[in-house]
T-cell receptor, first 118, second 114 residues
Framework: AQTVTQSQPEMSVQEAETVTLSCTYD???????LFWYKQPPSRQMILVIR??????QNATENRFSVNFQKAAKSFSLKISDSQLGDTAMYFC???????????????FGKGTKLSVKP | DAGVIQSPRHEVTEMGQEVTLRCKPI?????LFWYRQTMMRGLELLIY????????DSGMPEDRFSAKMPNASFSTLKIQPSEPRDSAVYFC????????????FGPGTRLTVT
């Protein structure tokens, strides 16, 4: 079975600074997908960034980037130029590769509560 | 695109009552997921459907929980009878498949069972 671990229950960062959230996972699969979701106080789950395991290049979405280390089974999220609106719970999630045309479920970590301070 | 729609947004009910949560996935998506979020257990999958067919219901806590997807645009999650430990936020998510494998979440239903 796959597991996802987020070892930082809470973190804080000053506005405009950079912060890195950690995530490790355990799997015997070779092909899979990794995601970071953001959940602000509104409780809406928002996809931040995704990474395919077969891609060596780290994914980037504007101020958000990942450091994907497949051998170490590590998938950290870096937020640059932090903004007050980044305050939220951040969840790391894993999905096995599925047969073409079908979908699989997400396995989530417990989350990291990020506070951006002015 | 309206996104995934869930109703109701909030539900308060008494123990023993039947509760029905509803979900309308994004049009064209062929997979639908029900997740539950609690402080103790975090986000966990209850059940998911591909092309209206239940694929994995191993996360459904017990026989009091049931889910249906009668067509591609509607799904229900029913709890009968409800218990206080069912209090949680229930999310519905849908996915269109393809190489991106991204799931889009609804706003969730906060259920409180007293």
């Amino acid at each position: 079975a796959q597991t996802v671990t987020q070892s930082q229950p809470e973190m804080s960062v000053q506005e405009a600074e950079t912060v890195t959230l950690s995530c490790t996972y355990d799997t015997s699969e070779n092909n899979y997908y990794l995601f970071w979701y953001k959940q602000p106080p509104s409780r809406q789950m928002i996809l931040v960034i995704r990474q395919e395991a077969y891609k060596q290049q780290n994914a980037t979405e504007n101020r958000f980037s990942v450091n994907f280390q497949k051998a170490a089974k590590s998938f950290s999220l870096k937020i640059s130029d932090s903004q007050l609106g980044d305050t939220a719970m951040y969840f790391c999630a894993f999905m096995k590769e599925q047969i073409r045309g079908s979908q699989g479920n997400l396995i989530f970590g417990k989350g990291t509560k990020l506070s951006v301070k002015p | 695109d309206a996104g995934v729609i869930q109703s109701p947004r909030h539900e308060v009910t008494e123990m023993g009552q039947e509760v029905t949560l509803r979900c309308k996935p994004i049009s064209g998506h062929n997979s639908l997921f029900w997740y539950r979020q609690t402080m103790m257990r975090g986000l966990e999958l209850l059940i998911y459907f591909n092309n209206n067919v239940p694929i994995d219901d191993s996360g459904m806590p017990e026989d009091r929980f049931s889910a249906k997807m009668p067509n591609a645009s509607f799904s229900t999650l029913k709890i009968q009878p409800s218990e206080p430990r069912d209090s949680a936020v229930y999310f519905c998510a849908s996915s269109g498949g393809g190489v991106r494998n991204e799931q889009y979440f609804g706003p969730g239903t906060r259920l409180t069972v007293t």
